[in-house]
Structures are given as structure tokens and as C-alpha cells.
């Protein structure tokens, strides 16, 4: 079983930068896919972005440009660097580990998830 741990959510205002970190208690953390979902009110959760073991990278249209997912696995966490955020990113925000490399679905464990809210 992997826990994972999200930390980092608060408020900020419309085109501030934020960095929610995810820590996992696994010693395979090297293996697994890692993703970053959210989910806002009355809305589906929804993918964000995925590294996996190997060199690639993997994001919703929806942050292109303005996220960026990395992960150290030494430290076994994976991190979300957030830039020029905005209001429609207020969400709750999920960290998830899967064992599969399917980058946007079969995630098998998730964390409690962090608060964001961007006001405008």
C-alpha cells in the first residue's frame, strides 16, 4: 500500500505562482506513475498532470504552459509548480500513485487532497 500526502493549497490571488508537494510513504516510489487531479465544486474530478518513471511528461490542456509536474525520487515526492493561476483553478487537489504507465486513468491510491482558491 502507498499513503500519499498533499501540502502547499491556500489562498492566493489571480496570477500568483504556488507549489503543492506530495510525499509518499512507498519505497517503490521510483516505479510508480504519479499524477496530480482536482476536482472543484459540483464538478468531476478532473486530470491535471502525470510523470511517470521514464522522461515523459503529461498535461490537461487546461494548464499547459502554466504547471509544471516533477518528482524526487530520493525524497519520494512529487511536486506541482503552479504559475499565473486563475480563479478556474480553485479546486480541491489530489495527488495519485499508480503502478500502471496510463497517465490520465487507473490510478490506485490517492491522497487527502489540498485546498486551492485563486480569487480574482
Known amino acids: 500500500q502507498v499513503q500519499l500526502v498533499e501540502s502547499g493549497g491556500r489562498l492566493v490571488q489571480a496570477g500568483d505562482s504556488l507549489k503543492l508537494s506530495c510525499v509518499a510513504s512507498g519505497r517503490t516510489f521510483s516505479s510508480y506513475t504519479m499524477g496530480w487531479f482536482r476536482q472543484a465544486p459540483g464538478k468531476e474530478r478532473e486530470f491535471v498532470a502525470a510523470i511517470p518513471w521514464d522522461v515523459s511528461l503529461y498535461y490537461a490542456d487546461s494548464v499547459k504552459g502554466r504547471f509544471t509536474i516533477s518528482r524526487d525520487n530520493a525524497k519520494n515526492t512529487v511536486y506541482l509548480q503552479m504559475n499565473n493561476l486563475k480563479p478556474e483553478d480553485t479546486a480541491v487537489y489530489y495527488c495519485?500513485?499508480?503502478?500502471?504507465?496510463?497517465?490520465?486513468?487507473?490510478?490506485?491510491?490517492w491522497g487527502q487532497g489540498t485546498q486551492v482558491t485563486v480569487s480574482s
Open positions: 495519485a500513485a499508480s503502478r500502471l504507465r496510463l497517465p490520465t486513468t487507473n490510478y490506485g491510491y
